[in-house]
């Protein structure tokens, strides 16, 4: 089908970000037979034979005989609540009743359940609801076409007569519920997609409802399954022992001692290190422990963050590869009498989620069976494949819930996957779960990468931004991996200056340069991507120029945003709900504010923090958000919750240093993320629109620490540079 | 050598060695999962059961040192104000991932049997151990509040 339309119909043309238009245009040249944005038929599978099991209506869509309606999730479910999301839209087209709907993960399968926005099986960018808006609902309006019509056959009715609202189909005195449609409704030909009509938002009855509870269920009393819990006759628990430096290698091991130790079966080297086998995991780790191992450093990476920083800092005095470019900005800052010039600092940042890597396998000659969080279905499956030289056909996957993932289990060479099959395929048949302690998990890289930034600008009479130059130094993260042809054209890793290259503010003349670093750390998207530093710059800058000129941040910006009514409008939502302007703060209180726009929507933060001494605290958060149509606006408001839950560790504590090529920090006590008492509240406001749907997971993250380091501008009037934030 | 642990109620005895912290003897050992690993050295609460009536990190809790105890583990919780938390958890969807939530539900629990009124500052002091990435902080807040709320208004009126 063509992209336009697609674009048109399911993520809104308008929303779409410029990295996403890129990747999109890239993905039709190469695998537009995988674009088909109305893909809900399950081709030959469709029309499975009847069983006692659940009816296949379509790919994502089943019925038992007694009555559940069984969804089938393409994406991972990692806290965001997508089992709920997609089910709500097809429960909508299908007028089923939410309590008979019940969801589990997809398996691996590219050609039916591919990310339309990617043209692959994987969750990620915060597109998972904005690819399957229309493509749940169609498949939810095909099931409900296909009930339909099998009622009308048997009641020799037509179905144009035929009512159905939670999940219940009536003609005059007669009714029957989906489960006992649910054999005669899998024998009726799937529906033309173009026949299907939708509902209007005004019909909608879940869509954008606050009752309809989630379906991620069993997580309020331990029920539910993580790869951790994922327990198989025989499985043997597998840990590594990694290089302590990044790109080192085993030179020698001695295994005796931990071989001799208790429930430990084997120990052997591969790529990644020594791994050690064992009834359970208190065994392997114990057995680790006993490993004598020395290590080749030779092509390890042996420097510090500091030296790292040192080099950045230099670069971004020199002109780098042009990012963006209007005007000329360079030489309108050279014969400027007054330029503000700030350089921001952004350290490496772990994941940090709450279940550390792992992974179980098991392998069988040229096949393998997988349990874990998968995220990245297409990319591990390819992955594995090639490692076992066979064809992905030969590769299943089965994904359970996963403990946070904030872009972590989407790894772009399958780090942790492939060597849990590196493991497996030592000890042929037995399934083996790979287990990363807390340390293997931090110390194990794919970090936000380090950046510098250096901005610098001029003002006109009027205080405004008249030109602007951006200078970013720091590592791609698409470099070298499979998105990399798609991600960087011209050196430019758009990942390394989105939100700036992109910026909505309107300014004359601006340049932005980018520096790709070559650094021996491995890399990784980190909830929000480039965002997470170009916010921060972008937003503590902006309030830096409207202090020099005097204005009120708010008003600034709006007046730079005049020519943008969606972040207009988020940001005076944002701004009336806090009071801003209109309410007294208490002594040693600041107010700040940021608004910005990612992955399609725009969220603008305004931030009440306490200051006594050195110590700050943030008390507040009132957030706007427009996401286009709000599935589910209960959890939108957590994503929002989470956004800056997770931004705001960051922005206070998280940082990961290395000292010669060694990860200083190794567990909570020194990588320290965010607990309750240092949560402020959160008040999420949603924008009403009936715009398809944009992300939800991610944009949130992005205004959280410019809002709170403008708002301790206004207390200490400093302007704060560095992040984590620190007064002394 | 074998170790007698009194686990939800119920007797296990249990083969392993000394020092094997009690997380995984409840995992893996008697498959009850629900309490989880996440650090290892008692920072994060995943692990957290109660032994007797105290919010435990078993993580770094031996098994030889869980004898003689009354052990509760997220899937034997069964006070009424277990059951609140949990009502009120499902209501005010406060679980995200979910993986740190059966240490958050017995910390929560187990503050809500000490104390039927906690303040905010009560809350942090007994919730600032568990962990949450998700951020769910807010709505666990909000959570044992309304939890609190029967037993207090409860107490309140009789």
Known sequence: MNINRFLKSAAG???VDNSRRSFLKVSAGTSAGLMLGVSFNGSALAQSAATDAALELN??????????????????????????????????????????????????????????????????????????????????AAARSMLVSAAAAQWQVPASEITVSNGILTHGARSATFGE??????????PDAESLSLKTPAEFKLIGQENTLRKDVGKHNGAAIYTQDVKLPGMLTAVVAHSPRFGGKVKSFDAGAALARHGVRQVFEID?????????????TKGRELLSIEWDDSAAETRGTADILQQ????????????????????TLAQSADVTELVFEYPYLAHAQMEPMNCVAQVNGTSAEMWYGCQSASGDQAAIAQLLGTGIEHVKINTVFAGGGFGRRANPVSDYVLEAVRIARQVQGTPVK?????EDDMQAGYYRPAYVHKLSASQDANG?????????????????????????????????????????????????????????IPVQWWRSVGHTHTAFSKEVFIDALARKAGADPVAYRLELLKNNPRETAVLQLAAEKAGWGTTQLPAGWGRGVAVHTSFGSTVAEIVDVSVQGNNFKVERVVAAIDCGIAVNPSIVRAQVESAIAYGLSAALADEVTLTAGNVDQTNFHTYRVLRMNAMPSVETHIVPSTNPP???????TPPIAPAVANALAAVTGRTFTRLPLKLA | MPYLLTINGQSHEIDVEGDMPLLWVVREQLNLTGTKFGCGMAQCGACTVQIDGVATRTCVLTVADSVGKNIVTIEGLQSPQALAIQTAWVELQVPQCGYCQSGQVVSATTLLEQNSNPTDADIDAAMSGNICRCGTYPRIKAGIKMAAAQFYNAAGAA
């Open chain 1, 13 to 15: 043309h308008q929303t």
């Open chain 1, 59 to 140: 790919a994502f869509v089943s019925i038992t005989p007694d009555n559940v309606v069984k969804v089938l999730i393409k994406h991972l479910e990692m806290g965001q609540g997508v089992y709920t999301g997609l089910a709500t839209c097809i429960a909508e087209e299908m007028d089923a009743a939410w309590s008979q709907v019940e969801c589990e993960h997809a398996p691996a399968n590219t050609a039916r359940y591919a990310n339309l926005l990617m043209g692959q099986q994987g969750t990620g960018g915060s597109t998972a609801i904005a690819n399957s808006f229309m493509q749940m609902r169609q498949a939810g």
């Open chain 1, 181 to 190: 449609l649910a054999i005669a409704a899998a024998q009726q030909p799937s």
């Open chain 1, 272 to 284: 990644s290190g020594i791994a050690v086998l064992a009834t359970d995991y208190w065994s392997a």
């Open chain 1, 312 to 331: 950045y800092r230099g670069l971004v005095d020199t002109a780098g590869a042009v990012a963006e470019s209007h005007g000329d900005a360079e030489q």
């Open chain 1, 434 to 438: 790979l287990v990363w302690s807390r």
């Open chain 1, 464 to 520: 405004k931004p008249a030109a602007i130059q951006i200078r970013v130094a720091g590592q791609s993260i698409m470099a070298g991996t499979s998105l990399g042809a798609m991600m960087i054209s011209n050196g430019i890793d758009i990942t390394s200056v989105e939100g700036l290259s992109d910026m909505s503010y309107d300014i004359p003349e601006r340049q932005v340069e980018l520096h790709s670093t070559q650094v021996g």
């Open chain 1, 694 to 700: 944009s992300g939800v997971g991610e944009p949130g």
